[in-house]
């Protein structure tokens, strides 16, 4: 059939462009210096091997350093691919848990409390991310510089949670005006104050939006670098895409190696999106359509 | 009742005041804090001379001849990466609402792109452009599309236009699931109506599919330009503005005289610049595409 065969055709086109470019780097990851500098490349790995990640994961050991055959040229920093790792992951967590409870308990304010100034609260909220990023970096380094916090972890966490939090609060919001209100009369009449509700009716009720929220969170935090280029300076805070992009702009790194370090780099939000793949896409696209 | 008023103040109060304390902080002083710097003429090399200049900072950049070639390469780059990232969509979504056995998957696939970290995205166009060893070289040779290895991003009239590609492979699955959930809430009535006056496909779409996606179609636009825009990660990583000034967009511009030749003063005019562009160009959308309502 006709619709069959064009159905399929796209299917395959479609699966080539979005993972082609990924499982290049995959394969490339996967291959030794001279594997991967073959002319013509290498399609799929000669002897497939882990001594990339290897290579990455004793850096820091200055025996295993030592012995550099195992993956070509490893770059300086090689070493601080780990602590950055580490970084990263200690960021993203601490926006995750801090990002919630402030959208939680902001969201529910904003969507249930008649309260004054409810609408000039959600519009300034939501007006801070009208300002581009790059515009926002020059006074917020500075204000750091002189708060004395350039490079620490919590001045990221900090930034990150400014930048994810009126997101995560317009998706909670949006979710929480579908909760029946009469739940919410219900929980007072029973004797509920506001932080009862809040207990006891909204956050059962929207788990969906808060696992939407969290995962929203932790990925912008993994995957920034802006911030971080501008706010970090070296290992004690710097986090994985920094680490990365120094590599990258390094010529004499080995190829092999850097391909690696961008899969570790890609593997914890992509597990994350997919697992919780119907969460974010109704998180992510919520109010799309009221519009 | 002015208890219990006085009571949900108060408790909305404690609730909000948390994120207003951070937005404060982190977002609202600093946009007010860099208005004030942006008068002044701010070079940390010299940390002691700070004259207030009144706006000489933005008339000297607003006479620059690198701030022009900024904007053209911005506007060159929006322009296309916002194009093709919408059409893009607008297929892949076309494409998904159909039902067929293993539309589940590949929309679960949707999302590699989207949670890829951008210097990843970078460093993996980078490696597929690479003039010796990438992949674009190999297969363009090998289908026979091309005779021999080139410098792809060393071409100064290519390299804005590959930025570009990686850019799209990276923003096109958000805007094709905002308009795949715009493109679900169509009733089939509509389509049925239009199938029983006898409309083709292509009319269906023109007159069916099309207007009832006019939300979703502006929250994409809207949304691609901002963030294109403002885009910055892949310069850096990729080409340095290079080669030449091939690639030298505003972002870039506000980074390397902010952080390389330390000028705060003039940086912080043109994230003004830039700042007031993108609400000029979100106004412009929501004016003309938003109000024209069916």
């Not at chain 1, 580490?86 to 967590?93: D, K, R």
């Not at chain 1, 790059?134 to 708060?147: D, E, H």
């Not at chain 2, 890829?116 to 980078?126: A, D, E």
């Not at chain 2, 511009?253 to 940086?267: A, Q």
């Amino acid at each position: 059939m006709a619709r069959r065969l064009m159905l399929a055709l796209f299917s395959a086109l479609f699966v080539l462009y979005v993972a082609g470019p990924v499982l290049w780097l995959l394969s490339s990851s996967l291959q030794m210096e001279s594997e991967i500098t073959a002319v013509p490349p290498n399609w799929l790995p000669p002897n497939p091997g882990l001594h990339n990640f290897i290579a990455i994961f004793t850096a820091g050991d200055s025996a295993e350093y030592a012995n550099r055959g195992i993956a070509g040229f490893l770059p300086s920093g090689a070493a601080n691919l780990l602590p950055s790792l580490y970084n990263s992951l200690q960021v993203g967590l601490w926006v995750a848990a801090l990002n919630l409870v402030f959208s939680l308990t902001a969201a529910y304010a904003i969507a249930v409390i008649d309260f004054k100034g409810r609408r000039a609260t959600l519009y300034t909220v939501l007006a801070t991310r009208v300002i581009p990023d790059i515009a926002l970096v020059v006074p917020l380094f500075l204000v750091i510089r002189n708060l004395g916090l350039i490079n620490s972890i919590g001045a990221l966490v900090v930034t990150y949670l400014a930048v994810t939090v009126p997101f995560t609060i317009f998706i909670l919001i949006s979710y929480f005006e579908g909760i029946p209100r009469d739940l919410y009369r219900a929980s007072r009449i029973d004797g509920c104050g506001h932080w009862g509700a809040l207990r006891h009716v909204y956050l059962p009720l929207s788990l969906p939006a808060l696992v939407a929220a969290l995962m929203f969170a932790f990925l912008t935090s993994w995957n920034e670098f802006l911030f971080a280029l501008v706010l970090t300076q070296n290992a004690a805070a710097q986090t994985l895409p920094i680490i990365i992009a120094g590599f990258v702009m390094d010529f004499t790194t080995s190829f092999s190696f850097v391909n690696a370090a961008g899969v570790i780099a890609i593997v914890p939000p992509v597990l994350l999106a997919i697992i919780f793949q119907r969460y974010i896409v109704s998180g992510l696209t919520a109010g799309a359509v009221k519009g | 009742m002015r208890l219990r008023l006085s009571y949900d103040d108060r408790s909305a109060a404690i609730l909000v005041l948390p994120v207003l304390a951070v937005l404060l902080v982190v977002a609202a002083y600093p946009i007010l804090y860099s208005f004030w710097v942006s008068l002044h003429d701010i070079v940390l090399t010299r940390p002691l001379r700070r004259p207030f200049v009144w706006f000489e900072n933005y008339e000297r950049m607003l006479g620059d001849a690198r701030f022009h070639t900024a904007v053209l390469r911005t506007t060159v780059y929006t322009v296309v990466t916002v194009t093709v990232t919408t059409a893009l969509a607008v297929g892949v979504a076309l494409f998904l609402n159909e039902s067929f056995r293993g539309n589940k998957l590949l929309n679960a696939l949707l999302l590699l792109p989207w949670a890829t970290p951008s210097i990843v995205n970078g460093l993996m166009w980078k490696w597929i452009y690479d003039p010796t060893y990438g992949l674009m070289n190999a297969l363009l040779v090998k289908l026979g599309l091309l005779d021999s290895y080139r410098a792809w991003l060393g071409d100064p009239d290519l390299t804005l236009f590959l930025i570009s590609n990686a850019a799209i492979w990276k923003q096109m699955p958000l805007a094709a699931l905002l308009l795949l959930v715009t493109m679900k809430a169509i009733p089939d009535d509509l389509y049925r109506a239009a199938k029983v006056d006898g409309a083709t496909v292509f009319q269906r779409f023109v007159h069916v599919t099309l207007p009832a996606l006019r939300p979703g179609l502006m929250l994409v636009l809207v949304y691609e330009t901002m963030i294109s825009i403002r885009h910055f990660d892949l310069f850096l990583i990729m080409t340095q503005g290079g080669p030449g000034d091939a690639s030298y967009t505003l972002s870039w511009l506000i980074y390397v005289e902010t952080f390389r030749s330390l000028r705060f003063g003039t940086g912080a005019a043109l994230s003004y610049l830039l700042a007031m562009l993108t609400f000029l160009l979100s106004w412009l959308f929501i004016r003309f595409l938003g109000e024209r309502n069916p």
